[in-house]
């Protein structure tokens, strides 16, 4: 078995893959992605680490992530992930809060959006057929914690194509979605 270690903030060990993406690789899912400058877009927005244990698509299999989302604004929106819905689309996921303050964004199918205030122990059932994106709406990194059916898939498309249906943004200072 290989050796893994989850400290509560950082996975580490034999098979636990790292990717890093910047704000120049998200840029188009901001309103003003257009104003990140060159030195702005090689600044990390946010990190992933996963167990990845089966090959993706198997099913019954389970894949566990957490991811450390950096505070910032992009004009008057949050820094926050890509957001998606899962391949096979009924397929559920956990969030679970670690360290710092963010909102969930959740769309349903119908384009209806929702948010859900995450803080350290808050936890999040995303059901099947609902589209998630994280924002960080504090000052520090926000760490949360990831576990998805390997059978699930991520489709991205969707989003880039159509985004979500409101905004998160810093509206006299607090945290609103905007339509
Ligand atoms: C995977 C899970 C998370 C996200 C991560 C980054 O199903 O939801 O590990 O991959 O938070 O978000 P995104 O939307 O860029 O994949
Ligand atoms: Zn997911």
């Known amino acids: 078995m290989p050796e893994l270690i989850f400290s509560g903030k950082s996975l580490v060990g034999e098979g636990v893959e790292h990717l890093s993406r910047n704000l120049e690789s998200i840029k188009s899912i901001f309103e003003a992605g257009d104003s990140i400058t060159e030195e702005q877009g090689r600044q990390v927005a946010y990190t992933v ?8 698509g198997t099913e019954g299999g389970l894949y566990f992530g957490i991811t450390h ?24 996921e956990f969030y ?8 969930l ?12 205030k995450i803080f ?4 999040h059932y995303i059901p099947g ?22 059978d699930a898939g991520h ?3 969707s ?11 810093k509206v006299n200072g607090e945290p609103q979605l905007v339509k």
């Open 105 to 116: 964004i959740l769309m349903g199918r119908d384009g209806h959006v929702w948010g859900e």
């Open 49 to 56: 680490s996963s167990y990845l244990p089966v090959t993706e």
């Open 159 to 169: 989003i880039e194509k159509s985004g979500f249906g409101a905004r998160l943004k």
């Open 69 to 92: 989302l950096y505070p910032g604004l992009v004009g008057d929106e949050y820094f926050m992930t890509k957001g998606h819905f899962h391949k096979k689309v009924d397929t559920a």
């Open 120 to 123: 350290p122990g808050s936890l």
């Open 129 to 150: 057929g609902v589209a998630h994106r994280m924002a960080n709406t504090g000052d520090c990194v926000l760490s949360f914690g990831a576990c998805w059916g390997s």
């Open 96 to 103: 679970w809060g670690i360290e710092g303050e963010g909102v």
């Open 155 to 157: 489709d991205y498309a």
